[in-house]
Protein backbone atom coordinates (compact mmCIF):
# COMPACT_ATOMS: atom_id res chain seq x y z
CA UNK A 1 0.00 0.00 0.00
CA UNK A 2 1.35 3.31 -0.54
CA UNK A 3 1.80 6.14 1.48
CA UNK A 4 0.11 8.11 -0.46
CA UNK A 5 -3.07 8.15 -2.98
CA UNK A 6 -3.01 10.91 -5.73
CA UNK A 7 -6.56 10.28 -6.25
CA UNK A 8 -7.79 10.65 -2.22
CA UNK A 9 -9.49 13.61 -0.99
CA UNK A 10 -7.96 13.63 2.35
CA UNK A 11 -4.72 12.71 1.00
CA UNK A 12 -4.77 16.32 -1.18
CA UNK A 13 -5.91 17.96 2.25
CA UNK A 14 -3.25 16.47 3.91
CA UNK A 15 -0.65 17.49 1.54
CA UNK A 16 -2.15 21.07 1.53
CA UNK A 17 -3.26 20.54 -2.38
CA UNK A 18 -6.30 20.79 -0.90
CA UNK A 19 -7.02 24.01 1.64
CA UNK A 20 -8.39 23.10 5.00
CA UNK A 21 -8.61 24.59 8.26
CA UNK A 22 -6.11 22.92 10.32
CA UNK A 23 -6.60 21.59 13.45
CA UNK A 24 -3.51 19.37 14.22
CA UNK A 25 -0.19 18.01 12.73
CA UNK A 26 2.55 15.88 13.78
CA UNK A 27 4.92 13.35 11.56
CA UNK A 28 2.11 10.72 10.99
CA UNK A 29 -1.19 12.51 11.88
CA UNK A 30 -3.27 15.65 11.16
CA UNK A 31 -6.46 16.99 12.07
CA UNK A 32 -9.11 19.69 10.24
CA UNK A 33 -12.18 20.93 10.58
CA UNK A 34 -14.75 19.07 8.88
CA UNK A 35 -16.58 21.40 5.96
CA UNK A 36 -19.89 20.81 6.63
CA UNK A 37 -20.25 20.17 10.85
CA UNK A 38 -22.87 18.07 12.68
CA UNK A 39 -21.76 19.86 16.02
CA UNK A 40 -20.31 23.34 17.48
CA UNK A 41 -16.68 21.27 17.09
CA UNK A 42 -16.57 18.71 14.21
CA UNK A 43 -12.55 17.97 13.25
CA UNK A 44 -11.46 14.77 11.20
CA UNK A 45 -8.32 12.82 12.72
CA UNK A 46 -6.71 11.25 10.25
CA UNK A 47 -3.30 9.28 10.11
CA UNK A 48 -0.93 10.79 6.98
CA UNK A 49 -0.75 7.27 5.36
CA UNK A 50 -3.13 6.46 3.00
CA UNK A 51 -5.55 3.88 5.01
CA UNK A 52 -8.83 3.46 3.21
CA UNK A 53 -10.68 2.19 6.26
CA UNK A 54 -10.52 0.39 9.70
CA UNK A 55 -10.68 -2.72 7.45
CA UNK A 56 -7.10 -2.29 6.44
CA UNK A 57 -5.68 -2.01 9.79
CA UNK A 58 -3.07 -4.80 10.83
CA UNK A 59 -1.30 -5.30 14.24
CA UNK A 60 1.57 -2.81 13.16
CA UNK A 61 -0.97 -0.08 13.43
CA UNK A 62 -1.62 -0.44 16.90
CA UNK A 63 0.52 2.39 17.74
CA UNK A 64 -0.70 4.71 15.30
CA UNK A 65 -4.25 3.88 16.52
CA UNK A 66 -2.94 4.11 20.27
CA UNK A 67 -2.17 7.68 19.61
CA UNK A 68 -5.01 8.90 17.86
CA UNK A 69 -7.28 7.78 20.76
CA UNK A 70 -5.19 9.55 23.26
CA UNK A 71 -4.40 12.56 21.33
CA UNK A 72 -8.87 13.06 20.03
CA UNK A 73 -9.23 14.34 24.15
CA UNK A 74 -6.41 16.63 24.38
CA UNK A 75 -7.92 18.54 21.01
CA UNK A 76 -11.40 18.19 21.92
CA UNK A 77 -10.62 20.76 25.04
CA UNK A 78 -8.38 22.53 22.78
CA UNK A 79 -11.06 22.84 20.18
CA UNK A 80 -13.48 24.11 22.82
CA UNK A 81 -15.25 20.89 23.74
CA UNK A 82 -16.51 21.59 26.87
CA UNK A 83 -14.74 19.63 30.09
CA UNK A 84 -16.06 15.98 30.55
CA UNK A 85 -18.30 15.26 32.27
CA UNK A 86 -20.87 17.52 31.72
CA UNK A 87 -19.47 18.33 28.00
CA UNK A 88 -17.66 15.68 26.36
CA UNK A 89 -17.29 14.53 22.80
CA UNK A 90 -18.44 11.62 20.51
CA UNK A 91 -15.69 10.28 18.17
CA UNK A 92 -17.37 8.18 15.42
CA UNK A 93 -15.45 6.20 12.70
CA UNK A 94 -17.27 4.87 9.67
CA UNK A 95 -15.79 1.83 7.67
CA UNK A 96 -16.86 1.04 4.17
CA UNK A 97 -20.35 1.82 2.31
CA UNK A 98 -22.88 -0.03 4.92
CA UNK A 99 -20.65 1.99 7.57
CA UNK A 100 -21.51 5.25 6.45
CA UNK A 101 -18.19 5.75 5.05
CA UNK A 102 -18.17 8.76 2.36
CA UNK A 103 -14.00 9.05 1.91
CA UNK A 104 -12.13 6.36 1.84
CA UNK A 105 -9.70 7.43 3.48
CA UNK A 106 -9.55 6.61 7.57
CA UNK A 107 -10.77 9.16 9.47
CA UNK A 108 -12.00 9.48 12.94
CA UNK A 109 -14.88 12.28 13.18
CA UNK A 110 -14.36 14.07 16.68
CA UNK A 111 -17.85 16.40 17.37
CA UNK A 112 -18.59 18.04 21.05
CA UNK A 113 -19.76 21.43 21.87
CA UNK A 114 -23.11 22.49 23.59
CA UNK A 115 -26.72 21.04 21.86
CA UNK A 116 -28.75 20.81 19.85
CA UNK A 117 -26.14 19.46 17.06
CA UNK A 118 -27.31 19.52 13.27
CA UNK A 119 -27.02 15.31 13.58
CA UNK A 120 -25.64 12.88 15.97
P1 LIG B 1 -17.47 9.91 6.18
O1 LIG B 1 -18.89 9.91 5.75
O2 LIG B 1 -16.56 9.34 5.13
O3 LIG B 1 -17.26 9.29 7.53
O4 LIG B 1 -17.08 11.42 6.42
C1 LIG B 1 -16.45 12.23 5.48
C2 LIG B 1 -16.48 13.64 6.03
O5 LIG B 1 -15.61 14.43 5.26
C3 LIG B 1 -17.88 14.30 5.97
O6 LIG B 1 -18.29 14.67 7.27
C4 LIG B 1 -17.66 15.52 5.07
O7 LIG B 1 -18.37 16.67 5.48
C5 LIG B 1 -16.16 15.72 5.15
N1 LIG B 1 -15.60 16.31 3.95
C6 LIG B 1 -15.86 15.93 2.67
N2 LIG B 1 -15.16 16.70 1.80
C7 LIG B 1 -14.45 17.57 2.56
C8 LIG B 1 -13.53 18.62 2.21
O8 LIG B 1 -13.23 18.90 1.06
N3 LIG B 1 -12.99 19.32 3.25
C9 LIG B 1 -13.30 19.03 4.56
N4 LIG B 1 -12.73 19.79 5.49
N5 LIG B 1 -14.16 18.05 4.91
C10 LIG B 1 -14.72 17.34 3.91
ZN1 LIG C 1 -5.74 9.18 1.38
Not at 10 to 39: N, T
Not at 73 to 93: I, K
Request: one cysteine or more; aromatic letters at 8%.
Amino acid sequence: MSDHDPNCLFCKIISGQIPSRKVYEDDELFAFHDIHPWAPVHFLLVPKRHIPSMAQLTPQDVGLMGRMMVLAPQLAAEAGCNPYPDGGFRMVCNTGTEGGQEVHHLHVHVMGGARPWQRG
